[in-house]
Structures are given as C-alpha cells and as structure tokens.
C-alpha cells in the first residue's frame, strides 16, 4: 500500500475532515510524507478541503 493510500484510508476511516498532524498521529507516517501523499491526492482530485486546512476524501 503506498503513502497516498494509507493518507486517504486514514481519511475514509476518520469520517471526518483532518488535518496533516492528525493524518500523521494515524498512519503512523513521517510528516513529510503524508505532504506529499496529500500533494499527490490534491493533485489527482482524490481529497478536497471542505474546511481550510482541513482536508477529506472527494464525494
């Protein structure tokens, strides 16, 4: 599973919007990988920001 996948697994499983430092406490990831999965993800569309600075799965 890469870094992307377990960011927007954490994210469906949460139910909720989150915020980078949340996704890390989560997955257990390095901070600056869980920016560049969200990068990545905010890039394909995969998550969007209902809230600033919070970020959750696209509808």
Do not use: F, H
Not at 2 to 29: C, I, Q, W
């Amino acid at each position: 599973m890469s870094d992307a996948e377990k960011v927007l697994e954490a994210m469906r499983t949460a139910g909720t919007p989150l915020n980078a430092g949340k996704v890390v406490e989560l997955t257990g990831l390095d901070r600056k990988l869980v920016d560049k999965a969200m990068a990545e993800l905010k890039k394909t569309g995969q998550i969007e920001s209902p809230v600033r600075c919070y970020w959750a799965p696209s509808a």
